[in-house]
């Protein structure tokens, strides 16, 4: 494992000031990965930190449990798969009006 990738839990929970009960029940409603390579500490790749905060936000901000979390994911990936629907339905009429 490179650890220029990855964050440990004991960091995260550090800089963002959340118990590792947080992240481990995230993970649990598979809302993040972590990785445990040597079975005793857990890690983060820097990929999901963009993910990781704006659930912190959801949950800080708005008071959001890891269940409620879960399905604002659910319903945040839907909404991005139908735009990109969309996207790609516009493109495809354009191409077809054009003849």
Excluded: W
């Amino acid at each position: 494992m490179d650890h220029t990738k990855y964050l440990s839990i004991q960091q995260i929970c550090h800089s963002y000031q959340v118990s590792p009960s947080l992240l481990v029940a995230m993970e649990e409603y598979e809302l993040i990965e972590i990785e445990y390579p040597n079975e005793e500490e857990g890690y983060l790749g820097i990929d999901e930190l963009s993910k990781l905060e704006r659930l912190l936000r959801l949950n800080q901000d708005l008071d959001i449990n890891v269940a409620g979390l879960c399905v604002v994911h659910e319903l945040l990936e839907e909404r991005k798969t139908l735009r990109e629907e969309l996207k790609r339905l516009r493109r495809q009429m354009e191409r077809l009006s054009g003849f």
